[in-house]
Protein backbone atom coordinates (compact mmCIF):
# COMPACT_ATOMS: atom_id res chain seq x y z
CA UNK A 1 0.00 0.00 0.00
CA UNK A 2 0.91 3.86 -0.52
CA UNK A 3 1.82 6.32 1.83
CA UNK A 4 -0.66 7.88 4.13
CA UNK A 5 -0.81 11.44 4.15
CA UNK A 6 -2.22 13.02 7.69
CA UNK A 7 -3.37 17.13 6.17
CA UNK A 8 -3.85 19.87 8.38
CA UNK A 9 -6.94 21.54 6.98
CA UNK A 10 -8.87 24.81 8.28
CA UNK A 11 -12.01 23.68 9.88
CA UNK A 12 -14.32 25.46 7.24
CA UNK A 13 -16.52 25.25 4.05
CA UNK A 14 -14.46 24.44 1.08
CA UNK A 15 -11.30 23.18 2.10
CA UNK A 16 -11.81 19.59 2.03
CA UNK A 17 -12.94 20.24 -1.98
CA UNK A 18 -10.12 23.13 -2.80
CA UNK A 19 -7.88 20.06 -1.62
CA UNK A 20 -9.73 17.27 -3.56
CA UNK A 21 -9.79 19.78 -6.58
CA UNK A 22 -5.76 20.65 -6.41
CA UNK A 23 -5.14 16.62 -6.23
CA UNK A 24 -7.57 15.83 -9.13
CA UNK A 25 -6.28 18.88 -11.59
CA UNK A 26 -2.50 17.47 -11.27
CA UNK A 27 -3.68 14.07 -11.72
CA UNK A 28 -3.51 12.50 -8.24
CA UNK A 29 -6.35 9.95 -7.67
CA UNK A 30 -7.34 9.54 -3.96
CA UNK A 31 -7.50 6.11 -3.19
CA UNK A 32 -8.83 6.20 0.35
CA UNK A 33 -9.69 9.67 2.18
CA UNK A 34 -10.93 10.00 5.46
CA UNK A 35 -11.35 13.60 7.61
CA UNK A 36 -12.34 14.63 10.81
CA UNK A 37 -12.45 18.17 12.70
CA UNK A 38 -12.78 20.31 15.60
CA UNK A 39 -12.63 23.55 16.12
CA UNK A 40 -10.65 25.49 14.13
CA UNK A 41 -8.55 22.64 13.00
CA UNK A 42 -9.38 19.40 10.49
CA UNK A 43 -7.45 16.81 9.28
CA UNK A 44 -7.77 14.38 6.08
CA UNK A 45 -6.27 11.06 6.37
CA UNK A 46 -5.32 9.85 3.04
CA UNK A 47 -3.60 7.96 0.46
CA UNK A 48 -3.26 8.23 -3.27
CA UNK A 49 -2.18 7.00 -6.45
CA UNK A 50 0.92 8.83 -6.32
CA UNK A 51 2.87 10.11 -3.64
CA UNK A 52 5.50 12.53 -5.26
CA UNK A 53 3.10 14.56 -6.73
CA UNK A 54 1.15 14.03 -3.71
CA UNK A 55 3.59 15.76 -1.71
CA UNK A 56 4.22 18.15 -4.46
CA UNK A 57 1.02 19.57 -4.07
CA UNK A 58 0.37 19.22 -0.58
CA UNK A 59 3.48 21.91 -0.46
CA UNK A 60 2.41 24.09 -3.39
CA UNK A 61 -1.11 24.38 -1.15
CA UNK A 62 1.23 25.11 2.11
CA UNK A 63 -0.51 22.51 3.97
CA UNK A 64 1.03 20.93 6.79
CA UNK A 65 1.32 17.44 6.48
CA UNK A 66 2.99 14.27 8.46
CA UNK A 67 3.33 10.88 6.36
CA UNK A 68 4.05 7.44 6.99
CA UNK A 69 4.64 3.59 5.94
CA UNK A 70 1.41 2.00 5.95
CA UNK A 71 0.65 -0.71 7.88
CA UNK A 72 -2.68 -2.15 7.05
CA UNK A 73 -4.27 -4.64 9.99
CA UNK A 74 -7.14 -6.68 10.28
CA UNK A 75 -8.67 -5.42 13.67
CA UNK A 76 -11.33 -7.99 15.61
CA UNK A 77 -14.57 -6.25 14.83
CA UNK A 78 -15.04 -6.31 19.07
CA UNK A 79 -15.22 -3.79 21.61
CA UNK A 80 -11.44 -3.08 22.55
CA UNK A 81 -10.24 -4.82 19.12
CA UNK A 82 -8.67 -1.14 17.93
CA UNK A 83 -7.22 -0.44 21.61
CA UNK A 84 -5.44 -4.25 21.58
CA UNK A 85 -3.80 -2.96 18.34
CA UNK A 86 -2.95 0.68 18.99
CA UNK A 87 -1.58 -0.82 22.50
CA UNK A 88 0.69 -3.40 20.84
CA UNK A 89 1.97 -0.36 18.93
CA UNK A 90 2.58 1.57 21.70
CA UNK A 91 4.29 -1.01 23.98
CA UNK A 92 7.10 -1.15 20.64
CA UNK A 93 7.36 2.47 20.84
CA UNK A 94 5.50 3.08 17.27
CA UNK A 95 3.80 6.42 16.80
CA UNK A 96 0.50 5.86 15.03
CA UNK A 97 0.35 9.15 13.00
CA UNK A 98 -2.91 8.24 11.23
CA UNK A 99 -5.61 5.49 10.49
CA UNK A 100 -7.94 4.62 7.89
CA UNK A 101 -9.90 1.54 7.70
CA UNK A 102 -10.12 0.36 4.13
CA UNK A 103 -12.64 -2.61 4.19
CA UNK A 104 -14.72 -4.91 6.24
CA UNK A 105 -15.73 -8.47 6.25
CA UNK A 106 -17.29 -10.88 8.64
CA UNK A 107 -15.70 -9.88 12.51
CA UNK A 108 -12.50 -8.01 10.62
CA UNK A 109 -12.00 -4.58 9.88
CA UNK A 110 -9.39 -3.62 7.40
CA UNK A 111 -7.26 -0.96 8.53
CA UNK A 112 -4.21 1.54 7.02
CA UNK A 113 -2.10 2.81 9.94
CA UNK A 114 0.09 5.47 8.92
CA UNK A 115 3.46 4.61 11.36
CA UNK A 116 6.50 6.83 12.47
CA UNK A 117 8.44 2.91 11.75
CA UNK A 118 7.32 0.57 9.81
CA UNK A 119 10.04 -2.19 11.16
CA UNK A 120 8.54 -1.96 14.62
CA UNK A 121 4.96 -1.92 13.61
CA UNK A 122 5.12 -5.12 11.70
CA UNK A 123 7.71 -6.76 14.39
CA UNK A 124 4.83 -5.61 16.90
CA UNK A 125 2.09 -7.73 15.20
CA UNK A 126 4.33 -10.66 14.34
CA UNK A 127 4.96 -10.85 18.40
CA UNK A 128 1.53 -10.74 19.29
CA UNK A 129 0.56 -13.31 17.03
CA UNK A 130 3.10 -15.57 17.81
CA UNK A 131 2.14 -14.59 21.26
CA UNK A 132 -1.35 -15.59 20.36
CA UNK A 133 -3.29 -12.26 20.71
CA UNK A 134 -5.83 -10.80 18.60
Not at 6 to 17: F, I, S, T, W
Request: charged letters at 20%; proline letters at 1%; aromatic letters at 4%.
Amino acid sequence: MQRQFVVQLDNRPGELAHLARALGARGVNLTHISCAGTGSIACAFMTTADDDETRSVLRGLGHDFLEGATVVVDVIDQPGGLADVAERFAKAGVNILGTLCVGRREGIVEMAFAVDDEAKARSALVQAELAGVG
